[in-house]
């Protein structure tokens, strides 16, 4: 079957983003798209690709296998002819494959400066022809200068000095034609809510750690706290055992001389009380007691 391409005159990244890939072959749906890839030297898109969901894996899929473009989605199919400017570039003839260098191809985050060292903004978005994905401007979000307004401007990529990984170089002599296309744009836009089965959990898996490992560091850690907490508890029972024997040796000293104190002036009170009593007669020794002497004849007369 023969299939003719159908693409509108022109499309903008931000609304790639939002259209349904569709597998021609099995009329699923493949997801969200998520990144689109673009030759920073030709200006040109090179593929589209996405993370994958629940029990599947990352997908990438190179420009040439864009059959049509919709309103609503995207319909790809199996890889086409490489053109001539496919062939000359060894990475849009596979891009399916999980090759980690095609990820800086992605535009994202990109600060744009002049030539004169100035920093004037950051890249919003992307115009490209979708018959060959050919960049037709770039749209940035500039300040206000001293002969502009501030605002989102159409930069054209012939304008363009050098394009890397976090920074876009622009010659200054083109922000005085840029074309000016509206109000400047939010910085940092909330990204639309991804659907479940679009969630990049290959990714998400790679940087759970192993749970042996987990368990393994979790015991030593729990074996090193209990250590620790083991010799805290002796040395302060043994700080707790000496404060206590000190307060106690202090305690029965302190009762020893209270109870000397006590005993000493007991011993002045009791001489004191006794120092004006009269002093007791004294009985010389072996002198045996007085004894009266009575005749019974005196007490009892004669019997009858």
């Not at 349904?20 to 699923?28: F, M, R, S």
């Not at 990984?165 to 296309?181: F, G, K, Q, V, Y």
């Not at 729990?222 to 805290?232: D, I």
């Not at 007085?290 to 005749?295: A, G």
Request: hydrophobic share 35%.
């Amino acid at each position: 079957m023969t299939t003719h391409p159908s693409f509108p005159p022109t499309l903008l990244k931000g609304d790639l983003l939002r259209l349904v890939p569709i597998d021609l072959e099995t009329a699923e749906d493949l997801g969200t798209i998520t990144e689109v890839w673009v030759d920073r030297q030709r200006h040109r898109v090179l593929g589209i690709g996405w993370g994958g969901g629940l029990g599947r894996r990352r997908q990438r899929f190179a420009w040439e296998q864009v059959i049509s473009i919709g309103h609503d989605g995207v319909v790809l199919g199996p890889a086409m002819a490489s053109t001539d400017s496919a062939a000359e570039d060894p990475a849009s003839t596979d891009p399916a494959a999980e090759d980690p260098a095609m990820d800086g191809l992605v535009l994202d985050d990109i600060e744009v400066w002049s030539d004169h060292g100035d920093r004037l903004g950051y890249l919003t978005d992307y115009c490209f022809a979708p018959q060959d994905g050919q960049i037709l401007h770039y749209h940035v979000s500039l300040s206000p200068g001293p002969d502009r307004a501030p605002g989102c401007y159409a930069i054209p990529p012939e304008a363009v000095i050098s394009l890397g990984r976090r920074r876009m170089m622009i010659a200054h002599p083109a922000l005085a034609t840029a074309e000016r296309l509206g109000d400047p744009v939010s910085p940092r836009p909330m990204p639309p809510r991804t659907p479940l089965d679009a969630l990049p959990l290959d990714q998400v898996l790679d940087h759970i750690p192993d749970p042996k490992q987990t368990w393994d560091a979790t015991l030593d850690k729990t074996r090193q706290a209990r250590t620790q907490f083991t010799e805290q508890w002796q040395n302060q029972g043994q700080r707790l055992q000496s404060g206590a024997q000190q307060r106690l040796g202090n305690w029965i000293g302190g009762v020893k001389k209270h109870t000397r104190h006590l005993r000493h002036q007991l011993r002045e009170t009791v001489s004191d009380v006794t120092a004006g009593l009269p002093d007791p007669p004294q009985r010389r020794r072996g002198e045996p007691p007085s004894t009266v002497d009575v005749d019974a004849t005196e007490l009892w007369g004669d019997d009858d």
